[in-house]
């Protein structure tokens, strides 16, 4: 299984990103995915998960009406569309996937992809 981010960048402050994240090796429409990121020194957090037909969604509160979070399952694709951005918002993305339906724990996804950076400037 590969999960492969991308679109991250350098923006400023109340810019806008799309992140995506190709996956392959697996039953992409079978799957969760999730949105994470890592800021230097602070834990892995919860941004946004979809879950296997997009029906659900969930938003962590700081992201929530700014980021929307979508999936193509004939692309195997999920995308991360991040608008009005914050210099809070700075950290690696990361994407990641489990069956079925949504959670917030990263403990609870299987597949990870690499990560992509993301900074905001003030």
């Known amino acids: 299984v590969q999960l492969q981010a991308s679109g991250g960048g350098l923006v400023q402050a109340g810019g806008s990103l799309r992140l995506s994240c190709a996956a392959s090796g697996l039953t992409f429409s079978s799957y969760a995915l999730g949105w994470f990121r890592q800021a230097p020194g602070k834990e892995r957090e919860f941004v946004a998960a979809?879950?296997?037909?997009?029906?659900?969604?969930k938003y962590a509160d700081s992201v929530k009406g700014r980021f929307t979070i979508s999936r193509d399952n004939a692309k195997n694709t999920v995308y991360l569309q991040m608008n009005s951005l914050k210099p809070e918002d700075t950290a690696v993305y990361y994407c990641a996937a489990k069956l079925y339906s949504i959670v917030t724990m990263t403990s609870q996804y299987n597949y990870w992809g690499q990560g992509t950076q993301v900074t905001v400037s003030s």
């Open positions: 979809i879950n296997w037909n997009g029906s659900s969604t």
